[in-house]
């Protein structure tokens, strides 16, 4: 059915946490028309318009106004130009919160719960495979990640190796790619890789529309370099897009993209999006946290359909840049869904350097098949179970 998709309309009925909560009032959009054309005919200069990505049913356009004009005006206005044309607010997604964990006792009790130790005996470098983070920023010159670092890029101005905005993407990445076996700090996951890191914005949170540039981003290195991609989204938000759905589609299309996305930390029974496109995406995978005791962590959303799998993501050593209090800490333990992704990417990563001809749908399906089942997952995500490095069986 022709229609124009109106979600400021839908997020008045919803529940939305207010930590993720978008501002019905922007006077930014994100658009889907068959060309700019029909923004101009509707009197946008082209000073306003900022192209964003080509799919194959439309093009994807940030509008600014200077007025707070409702998504429901815009798309009214151009049903008559275009009837297949879709009008989203510009749709700010929040990285999904890290919380302190002092002291840090717990080291990385992950290492041991995985299994990982018995796959580094087969190998422990994914060279062939990029994991872009796409976030705030990662510290390039950190000691354990700067051996690692295949690039760094801000869609914000273009510019290489930008300064982070914030914490978030550096804590993160570094139980992906921390050097293994250098006498620094911790270990990653995959000792020797490619750390892309995609600025989208600050830690405060990512609009749609910068999300979509770093995704586009990631197209082109792909195709640039023809390697294997992994990218990291532990960020998100309550309200569904049908315009960041359809880039994914394409992500997906590409065949070579896994996508990680952690499920949020609202201890609901859900997921955020784009975690929860798991249901009709086979190249994306969803996140929810473990503890060290193999149980889900307090904090984390669940559902049985929209959550993929269990990672550990309670009490996790990661790379850091700097502590709350200020002091200058190289590394801490820290909580949150943000870290359970990782996990999963790694291991990802791992297996596809095992595996190199297969497609990003079937290492997420090897992943699920690999699930060590734990009865208290049971119904709080799809495989029912929490990741493991142990592969399944070919």
Request: charge should be negative.
């Amino acid at each position: 059915m022709k229609r124009t998709i109106l979600l400021a309309l839908f997020c008045l009925v919803v529940f939305i946490p207010s930590a993720l909560a978008q501002s019905s009032e922007s006077s930014r959009y994100v658009v889907k028309v068959k060309s700019a054309t029909v923004l101009e005919k509707l009197g946008f200069s082209l000073n306003n318009i900022e192209h964003l990505s080509s799919l194959a049913d439309g093009e994807l356009y940030a509008i600014s106004t200077s007025d707070r004009i409702s998504p429901s005006t815009i798309g009214q206005q151009l049903l008559a130009f275009d009837s297949e044309s879709i009008v989203e607010p510009d749709i700010v997604y929040v990285p999904h919160g890290i919380r302190p964990k002092d002291p840090l006792t717990k080291k990385q009790w992950a290492i041991k719960l995985l299994d990982l130790k018995k796959h580094w005996k087969s190998g422990t470098d994914t060279k062939d495979v990029i994991f872009a983070v796409l976030d705030c920023g990662v510290e390039t010159l950190h000691e354990d990640l700067s051996a690692n670092v295949f690039g760094s890029y801000s869609v914000l101005d273009g510019s290489s190796y930008p300064r982070p905005l914030g914490l978030h993407a550096t804590r993160v990445i570094g139980i992906v790619g921390a050097l293994g076996n250098n006498q620094v700090g911790m270990t990653g996951i995959t000792w020797n890789t490619k750390i892309l890191s995609v600025l989208c914005g600050p830690d405060t949170g990512f609009e749609m529309s910068r999300i979509i540039l770093g995704l586009e981003y990631v197209l082109a290195v792909q195709r640039q370099t023809g390697s294997r991609m992994v990218i990291i989204a532990s960020w998100g938000n309550y309200v569904p897009s049908q315009i960041l759905f359809d880039e994914l589609r394409k992500l997906e299309a590409r065949g070579n993209i896994l996508v990680v996305c952690s499920a949020g930390n609202n201890s609901l029974p859900r997921a955020t999006y784009p975690a929860a496109y798991t249901r009709s995406l086979s190249n994306l995978i969803s996140v929810a946290a473990t503890t060290e005791e193999d149980t889900l962590a307090d904090f984390s959303n669940f559902n049985g359909e929209e959550v993929d799998l269990g990672a550990p993501g309670d009490g996790i050593l990661t790379t850091n840049t700097s502590s709350d209090t200020g002091q200058d800490d190289q590394y801490q333990t820290l909580s949150g869904t943000s870290l359970a992704g990782p996990h999963v990417a790694g291991i990802a990563g791992l297996h596809w350097t095992d595996h190199p001809d297969w497609t990003a749908a079937q290492i997420k399906q090897y992943i699920l098949a690999s699930v060590v089942p734990l009865e208290s997952l049971k119904g709080k995500c799809k495989s029912g179970g929490r990741l493991s490095a142990t592969p399944a069986k070919d």
